[in-house]
C-alpha cells in the first residue's frame, strides 16, 4: 500500500450515533502491515468518540479535542499504533447534545511495502 491519508468531516445528527466515519474508505480494511496515527476534533463539546484498529481499542469512549478545523500535526494526533492486514479501522462517534456537531478525524496509513 505505501501511505495513505484518510480525512473525513462529518455532521453527527443529534442524539445519534454514527458507528464507523471510515467505512466506505478504501483504507478502512488493512491490506499490508502498517503504521497508523491518527487525529480527531469536534467542532463542539458534546460528542463522544471511541478508536478501534482490529480488535485492539486505541481510544475508548471519550470526548475529542475541541478545535474548529481538521486535526493539527503533531499537537491533535494522540493516536498511533500498528495494524495488521485485515484489521478494520473504525471511529465510533456519539453525539450526546440536542444540536448537530460536526467531527473531524485524519488517519495517516503508512506501510512499509
Known amino acids: 500500500m505505501g501511505y495513505g491519508v ?12 454514527v ?7 478504501q483504507f478502512e480494511i488493512m491490506t499490508d502491515p502498517s503504521i ?10 458534546g460528542l463522544i468518540s471511541s ?10 469512549a471519550a470526548p ?4 474548529t478545523a481538521m486535526p493539527v500535526q503533531p ?11 485485515q484489521d478494520r479501522l473504525q471511529a465510533r462517534v456519539q453525539n450526546t447534545t440536542g444540536a448537530a456537531i460536526v ?3 485524519v488517519a495517516q496509513v503508512a506501510s512499509p511495502g
Open 6 to 17: 484518510i480525512v473525513r468531516e462529518v455532521s453527527i445528527p443529534a442524539n445519534s450515533t
Open 75 to 85: 499537537d491533535d494526533f494522540f493516536f498511533n499504533a500498528p495494524a495488521l492486514p
Open 36 to 45: 497508523l496515527s491518527l487525529g480527531e476534533t469536534a467542532a463542539a463539546t
Open 103 to 105: 467531527y473531524r478525524v
Open 64 to 67: 475529542p479535542v475541541i478545535r
Open 19 to 25: 458507528d464507523n466515519i471510515f467505512s466506505g474508505s
Open 51 to 60: 478508536l478501534n484498529i482490529g480488535a485492539r481499542l486505541l481510544k475508548e
